[in-house]
């Protein structure tokens, strides 16, 4: 760390003229700017008219002692970070201690030795440059996650809309339109279309919830009863569309009657993105599983697929927002990376847990829990 | 600037310590002795004037401003004995003797020190 001495500046408050003369010599020999004061008080009046980065206070002085000096200090905000080496005579134990409950960040005794000094106020310096490089760095940091929140933001919003309105004349194209109206080819085409439109739309949709959830302003919204089996109906319902697609076929297997409470947005937000990379990973003609298990107090939903798998090393950068990690699914489906993070944390706030086993090159499976009490059983 | 004197009664003030603190700066040592010629002579006065009187606080103020300005002078052999006052003059019964052989040596110092400047 390059400090440039000159940068920074010593008060010396002694009201021996003698201790001031001689400090600010060596002080200034060293290469720091020095001010003195000769009093407490002309020292509090020094502090105000330009803040030092250091003070060498004497502690016994008239009009007002070094104790009152740190201590008036000590309670301004603005000044409290000041660090004070009390330069004193008193050298007893007693005194060191009571220096350092006055908030001293270090003591040095008179007579000083001249080493001695200079090692301990560099020493002091050099924690402050430390002490703004931090804060610098916190503070570019702090700029650069809220640009990069309000661009996720942006692009988030501003393109869910567009896309939303795509997506739905793509639906509705596509329930309309027979393929042998406009032939086979076209149809194929129309059917990617339809396909991309649809991951296009639950990547901004994910996009959108992991910046609201990592900026605070996503709460979670608990609703009461909420029947469970209707609301994994309702996302396979819309998945089993996807999945033809692929010429996957979704199984639901077990059910329950129980209800629960939780955030249904971000229950749903959590099935449907591992159904949906479930199918992204699936061969054709394969099955994908939606196993569902009950236990005493909540209600395992596991989803099953029987693809590629996951390989060791990539298990480990799951669920780590730190690691980009996204892989091409078994048509070339690109991903975000955003899905499973959010299922992760989603599924906690619900007061679940996501855990998942797999096997290369034999499928994946993704299991989540939601918290029920049997006593809220359906009747 | 000589240290040497013919007087052999009392120490000689060692200015070593000043002479390393200023770095042989001439022009600064003569200041702090400058400072010490003009402030030991009140110092002394107010040692004798609270012993007196017995204000040990203003005595323990006195003798506390004295300490490191005769170590910058080096005037070395009182000040153990201006510490142990500084510490503990209330229960001394001879503080007005201990403290007449202070201002002695004192005054010895301050003749000494003139002739440097």
Same mark, same amino acid.
């Given at each position: 760390?390059?400090?440039?001495?000159?940068?920074?500046?010593?008060?010396?408050?002694?009201?021996?003229?003698?201790?001031?003369?001689?400090?600010?010599?060596?002080?200034?020999?060293?290469?720091?700017?020095?001010?003195?004061?000769?009093?407490?008080?002309?020292?509090?009046?020094?502090?105000?008219?330009?803040?030092?980065?250091?003070?060498?206070?004497?502690?016994?002085?008239?009009?007002?002692?070094?104790?009152?000096?740190?201590?008036?200090?000590?309670?301004?905000?603005?000044?409290?970070?000041?660090?004070?080496?009390?330069?004193?005579?008193?050298?007893?134990?007693?005194?060191?201690?009571?220096?350092?409950?006055?908030?001293?960040?270090?003591?040095?005794?008179?007579?000083?030795?001249?080493?001695?000094?200079?090692?301990?106020?560099?020493?002091?310096?050099?924690?402050?440059?430390?002490?703004?490089?931090?804060?610098?760095?916190?503070?570019?940091?702090?700029?650069?996650?809220?640009?990069?929140?309000?661009?996720?933001?942006?692009?988030?919003?501003?393109?869910?809309?567009?896309?939303?309105?795509?997506?739905?004349?793509?639906?509705?194209?596509?329930?309309?339109?027979?393929?042998?109206?406009?032939?086979?080819?076209?149809?194929?085409?129309?059917?990617?279309?339809?396909?991309?439109?649809?991951?296009?739309?639950?990547?901004?949709?994910?996009?959108?919830?992991?910046?609201?959830?990592?900026?605070?302003?996503?709460?979670?919204?608990?609703?009461?009863?909420?029947?469970?089996?209707?609301?994994?109906?309702?996302?396979?319902?819309?998945?089993?569309?996807?999945?033809?697609?692929?010429?996957?076929?979704?199984?639901?297997?077990?059910?329950?009657?129980?209800?629960?409470?939780?955030?249904?947005?971000?229950?749903?937000?959590?099935?449907?993105?591992?159904?949906?990379?479930?199918?992204?990973?699936?061969?054709?003609?394969?099955?994908?599983?939606?196993?569902?298990?009950?236990?005493?107090?909540?209600?395992?939903?596991?989803?099953?697929?029987?693809?590629?798998?996951?390989?060791?090393?990539?298990?480990?950068?799951?669920?780590?927002?730190?690691?980009?990690?996204?892989?091409?699914?078994?048509?070339?489906?690109?991903?975000?990376?955003?899905?499973?993070?959010?299922?992760?944390?989603?599924?906690?706030?619900?007061?679940?847990?996501?855990?998942?086993?797999?096997?290369?090159?034999?499928?994946?499976?993704?299991?989540?829990?939601?918290?029920?009490?049997?006593?809220?059983?359906?009747? | 600037?000589?240290?040497?004197?013919?007087?052999?009664?009392?120490?000689?003030?060692?200015?070593?310590?000043?002479?390393?603190?200023?770095? =042989?700066?001439?022009?600064?040592?003569?200041?702090?002795?400058?400072?010490?010629?003009?402030?030991?002579?009140?110092?002394?006065?107010?040692?004798?004037?609270?012993?007196?009187?017995?204000?040990?606080?203003?005595?323990?103020?006195?003798?506390?401003?004295?300490?490191?300005?005769?170590?910058?002078? =080096?005037?070395?052999?009182?000040?153990?004995?201006?510490?142990?006052?500084?510490? =503990?003059?209330?229960?001394?019964?001879?503080?007005?003797?201990?403290?007449?052989?202070?201002?002695?040596?004192?005054?010895?110092?301050?003749?000494?020190?003139? =002739?440097?400047?």
């Amino acid at each position: 760390m390059d400090i440039n001495n000159h940068d920074y500046t010593i008060l010396i408050v002694d009201d021996v003229d003698a201790n001031v003369l001689l400090l600010r010599l060596l002080i200034s020999k060293a290469g720091y700017k020095t001010m003195t004061a000769l009093n407490g008080r002309d020292a509090l009046e020094a502090v105000n008219k330009q803040k030092p980065d250091l003070i060498l206070l004497d502690i016994m002085m008239p009009v007002m002692d070094g104790h009152e000096v740190a201590k008036r200090l000590k309670e301004t905000p603005e000044y409290a970070d000041i660090p004070i080496i009390f330069l004193s005579a008193l050298n007893s134990t007693e005194d060191v201690v009571q220096g350092f409950k006055f908030g001293a960040a270090d003591y040095i005794s008179k007579p000083f030795n001249k080493d001695e000094l200079l090692t301990r106020i560099n020493h002091q310096i050099s924690l402050i440059e430390s002490k703004r490089i931090i804060q610098r760095q916190t503070e570019e940091l702090r700029k650069t996650i809220i640009g990069r929140d309000k661009l996720y933001s942006v692009i988030a919003h501003d393109l869910r809309g567009p896309i939303a309105s795509i997506r739905m004349v793509m639906e509705l194209l596509i329930s309309e339109i027979k393929p042998e109206n406009i032939g086979e080819d076209m149809y194929e085409l129309l059917t990617m279309a339809n396909r991309l439109t649809d991951d296009s739309f639950s990547l901004l949709d994910n996009l959108l919830k992991w910046t609201k959830s990592q900026t605070g302003r996503l709460n979670t919204v608990f609703q009461d009863n909420v029947d469970v089996m209707n609301l994994i109906n309702g996302v396979v319902e819309v998945q089993k569309s996807v999945a033809a697609l692929k010429k996957v076929k979704i199984n639901v297997i077990g059910s329950t009657n129980r209800i629960a409470r939780i955030d249904i947005d971000m229950a749903k937000t959590s099935l449907r993105n591992l159904i949906s990379n479930a199918i992204k990973f699936s061969y054709e003609n394969s099955n994908v599983d939606i196993v569902i298990e009950e236990a005493e107090d909540r209600i395992y939903i596991a989803v099953r697929d029987y693809g590629t798998g996951i390989s060791q090393d990539n298990q480990e950068k799951l669920f780590k927002p730190d690691i980009h990690f996204t892989s091409y699914g078994t048509d070339n489906e690109e991903g975000s990376g955003l899905g499973l993070l959010i299922c992760n944390e989603f599924v906690r706030r619900n007061g679940g847990t996501l855990k998942f086993t797999s096997t290369e090159g034999e499928g994946s499976t993704f299991v989540f829990d939601i918290p029920t009490a049997t006593s809220l059983e359906k009747k | 600037m000589q240290d040497s004197i013919d007087n052999q009664k009392y120490p000689i003030p060692d200015l070593s310590y000043l002479r390393e603190l200023t770095d =042989g700066d001439e022009d600064a040592m003569k200041e702090i002795i400058s400072i010490f010629l003009d402030e030991a002579p009140k110092l002394i006065k107010m040692m004798k004037e609270s012993a007196e009187a017995k204000d040990h606080e203003k005595l323990k103020f006195a003798t506390h401003k004295l300490i490191t300005q005769l170590t910058y002078v =080096g005037v070395n052999s009182i000040v153990p004995e201006v510490k142990l006052i500084n510490s =503990g003059s209330v229960n001394m019964k001879d503080l007005n003797e201990r403290i007449e052989r202070i201002i002695l040596v004192i005054e010895n110092s301050i003749t000494y020190l003139k =002739g440097l400047i």
